[in-house]
């Protein structure tokens, strides 16, 4: 009974548009997806480079280890150096 009263969702309403406003929307819309395509650039260049950082301290980490282990460090001095590396990267 409710759907029968409802007016019907067809209307005759005219939509008035001018030859700039339709220029304007697109423009609006094209500057729109150039912003968002600028946005997923620059977020891959930044997880790149970060994923490149994070791999060049995993083979600064790797190299330091073999030279304390060739070297027979102590433990302590071992672990201040680990300390030291951290703290770079962080």
């Known amino acids: 009974m409710i759907i029968r009263r409802m007016k019907p969702l067809k209307t005759t ?6 030859v700039g406003e339709i ?4 423009f609006i819309s094209v500057f729109g ?3 968002f395509a600028s946005l997923i650039a620059n977020m891959q260049k930044y997880l790149q ?4 950082r994070v791999e060049e ?5 790797r190299d330091a280890e073999q030279w304390m282990s060739h070297h027979m ?3 302590l001095l071992k672990e201040r ?3 030291y590396e951290q703290y770079l990267y962080v």
């Open 33 to 35: 997806l150039v912003l």
């Open 13 to 18: 309403t005219r939509i008035n548009s001018s």
């Open 57 to 61: 301290m995993r083979v600064k980490r």
């Open 23 to 26: 220029i304007f929307a697109i």
């Open 49 to 52: 480079s970060t994923s490149v």
């Open 81 to 83: 150096i680990r300390r």
């Open 73 to 75: 460090l102590p433990d």
